[in-house]
């Protein structure tokens, strides 16, 4: 089954004043659409044409060096981004609730010892590529900070160095905040605090931790 472009659950300019609805538009209906267009080419009818990205990232390594760089990237682009969608939203911010709140307390001393690390992992990537929150052993819940360079998702086993089960992201590229914050990384960074959507980091965190499985699984 082709992979398809997630329509995004609020409107273009929902999130402004802190990601403004021209980059908005431009993000998920240009770059978005173009990962999953390119995905679906580069897997067109090959064995893995109806695999969903839960099979795909973290064996990518068995892919033919024909295609794995072009799934690499652009598997690996739709699922960040389908991700990064979901965790935000209008009226936003603040702080998380309950377990995960729970478990950001007990692996970073406090969200403000998380938001440090979070913060320092999203403005010292070098170039393009993403800042992560992680499910690092599902059993216990343990969380992890960590980023990955270009398209790259810590799902992709024995290809990253920053392994886990992704549950909160944060595009770095600069086509995700060049328009209204130019080369000022660490504003865009502070900036998003105002809309992370805490209530689906909580569902991601709670799938992972429960055995559901990671939030890209199903297509």
């Known amino acids: 089954m082709a992979f398809e472009l997630p329509a995004l659950p609020y409107d273009f300019g929902a999130l402004e004043p802190h990601i403004d ?8 209906d240009k770059h978005h659409a173009g990962y999953v267009n390119n995905a679906n080419i580069a ?11 839960c099979k795909i990232l973290p064996d990518l390594a068995s892919l033919p060096d024909s ?5 690499r990237n652009n598997v690996g682009g739709h699922v960040n981004h389908s991700l990064f969608w979901s965790i935000m939203g209008p009226g936003c911010g603040g702080e998380p609730t309950g377990d995960l709140a729970e478990a950001i307390t007990r692996d970073f001393g ?14 010292t990537r070098f170039g393009s590529g993403w800042a992560w929150l992680g499910v690092k052993d599902a059993s216990s819940g343990s969380l ?4 990955t360079p270009n398209q790259d998702n ?4 024995g290809m990253v160095d920053c392994e886990c089960h992704p549950i909160l992201g944060l595009d ?4 995700a905040y060049y328009l209204n914050y130019q080369n000022r990384r660490p504003d865009y960074v502070s900036a998003f605090w105002n809309v992370v959507n805490w209530a689906a980091v909580a569902e991601h965190f709670a799938k992972v931790t429960s055995g559901g499985g990671h939030y890209g699984c199903g297509g």
């Not at 897997?43 to 695999?51: C, T, V």
């Not at 295609?67 to 799934?71: D, H, K, N, Q, Y």
């Open 21 to 28: 609805a021209r980059t908005m538009e431009i993000h998920h």
């Open 43 to 53: 897997l067109a009818g090959s064995e893995w044409a109806d695999a969903g990205p």
């Open 67 to 71: 295609i794995r760089t072009a799934v």
């Open 110 to 123: 406090s969200f403000d010892g998380f938001k440090e690390a979070f913060a320092k992992a999203a403005t």
């Open 144 to 147: 992890c900070v960590c980023s």
């Open 154 to 157: 810590p799902l992709m086993r």
């Open 172 to 175: 770095v590229w600069e086509h």
